[in-house]
C-alpha cells in the first residue's frame, strides 16, 4: 500500500485596507520610524479598524479565496482547524464561526491555542489526520486580530503586531512530497513573560483589571527575544541535521516574523543567504497566528513543486517548533 503524504494544494490570505505606519505611531508613542525599524522591522501594520468586525471575519475573507482558486467546493470539506489568540468570543469557537460563513457545512471544526506557533502546530495535526486515511480536505486557518489586545501607550508592544488571517487548504498525495518532520516543544515556563493577565478563567475581566490594562498583552521582550532566538535556532538546526538538509539543499525558510533581528538569527543558523528567507513583517507586523500562512500567500508564485521548506516559529507558553516540508504544486 502506498504511503499518504500531506501537502499544502492551496493557500488564501487577507490583511485589512487600514495600514498604521511608523510616521502616525511616532504621533501616538514616543518613538520613531528609525527606532523601530532598527529593533523590529516594522514599517507598517494592517489593523482592522471597523465596528463590529472580529477574527473571524479576516479569516473567512482568507478561507473563501482559497476555496474560490482551489476550486473547492465548501461541502467536500472534512473538518477545519483555526488558530487564533484572540477568538471572536469565548464561545462558540471562532473555528465554528468560519466554517458556517463559509458554507463547510459537511465539517467538523475545533480551535487550536498555541499562540504564534498556532499554525504551525495545526498543519503538525492536520498532517496526521490526513495521514491516518480518514480525512481529505482540512482547511486550516491561522488568524488574529492583535489590534483588539495591544496597549497603544506601550511602545514596547504596539509596534510589533498587526492583524491578519492565512488559509491553506491540506490533502492527501502518494507523491514524494509534503509534510515530512516535525519538532514541536512547549515550556509551560514562559507564563510571566508574555500572557494577557485578565479574561480567563483565574481572573475574569474585573473593573480593576480593565484600569489597570490587565486585559491586554503583556510581554517582557528582552526575554521573550533570548528564548525565541534560542529555541527557533534550535529547532531549525535539529530538522536540518536529521532531514540532512542544508544550505543547497534549502530552498526556502519560512520564520515566524516576530523581530527581523531574530529571522536573520535564524537564518544565519542554517547558514542561509537572506533572499531564501521569506519575509514580510516590514509589510504587516507580527500576526501572531497569521505570520506563516501569510508569508506562503505573498511569495506562493515564488514556490516550485519539490521544493524544501523549513517553518519554524515561537509563541507565548512558551511555544516553538520547526516543520520540514517538500512542496506540492509550482506556484505560478
Not at 515561537?314 to 506556484?331: C, L, N, R, V
Request: net charge negative.
Amino acid at each position: 500500500m502506498e504511503k499518504i503524504h500531506a501537502i499544502i494544494t492551496g493557500v488564501g490570505g487577507y490583511v485589512p485596507e487600514y495600514v498604521l505606519d511608523n510616521e502616525q505611531l511616532s504621533h501616538m508613542i514616543d518613538t520613531s520610524d528609525e527606532w523601530i525599524m532598527a529593533r523590529i522591522g516594522v514599517k507598517e501594520r494592517r489593523l482592522l479598524n471597523e465596528e463590529g468586525l472580529g477574527t473571524s471575519y479576516m479569516a473567512r475573507k482568507a478561507v473563501k479565496q482559497l476555496l474560490e482558486k482551489t476550486n473547492t467546493d465548501p461541502l467536500t470539506v472534512d473538518a477545519v482547524i483555526c488558530s487564533t489568540s484572540t477568538p471572536d468570543y469565548q464561545i462558540p469557537s471562532t473555528a465554528s464561526i468560519i466554517l458556517g460563513k463559509c458554507g463547510m457545512t459537511n465539517a467538523h471544526a475545533f480551535e487550536l491555542s498555541a499562540a504564534c506557533s498556532g499554525w504551525l502546530f495545526a498543519m503538525d495535526q492536520a498532517a496526521c489526520m490526513i495521514e491516518s486515511g480518514r480525512y481529505k480536505k482540512i482547511v486550516i486557518v491561522g488568524a488574529d486580530k492583535m489590534s483588539s489586545i495591544i496597549d497603544y501607550t506601550d511602545r514596547q508592544t504596539c509596534p510589533i503586531f498587526g492583524d491578519g488571517a492565512g488559509a491553506t487548504l491540506v490533502e492527501p498525495t502518494t507523491e514524494d512530497l509534503g509534510w515530512r518532520d516535525s519538532y514541536l516543544r512547549t515550556d509551560g515556563a514562559g507564563l510571566p513573560f508574555l500572557c494577557i493577565k485578565s479574561g480567563g478563567s483565574a481572573s475574569p475581566v474585573s473593573s480593576f483589571a480593565l484600569e489597570h490594562k490587565l486585559h491586554l498583552l503583556h510581554q517582557e521582550g528582552r526575554t521573550v527575544f533570548k528564548f525565541a532566538v534560542t529555541n527557533m535556532s534550535d529547532a531549525v538546526g535539529r530538522i536540518a541535521e536529521r532531514n540532512n538538509l542544508n544550505k543547497d539543499n534549502i530552498d526556502w525558510v519560512i520564520p515566524h516574523q516576530a523581530n527581523v533581528r531574530i529571522i536573520d538569527a535564524v537564518a544565519k543558523r542554517l547558514d542561509m543567504p537572506m533572499e531564501k528567507v521569506m519575509i514580510n513583517i516590514q509589510h504587516y507586523g507580527n500576526t501572531s497566528s497569521a505570520t506563516l500562512p501569510l508569508a506562503l500567500w505573498e511569495y506562493e508564485k515564488q514556490l516550485r513543486k519539490g521544493d524544501n521548506l523549513i517553518f519554524t516559529a515561537f509563541g507565548a507558553g512558551f511555544t516553538w517548533g520547526a516543520a520540514y516540508m517538500k512542496w506540492g504544486y509550482d506556484g505560478a
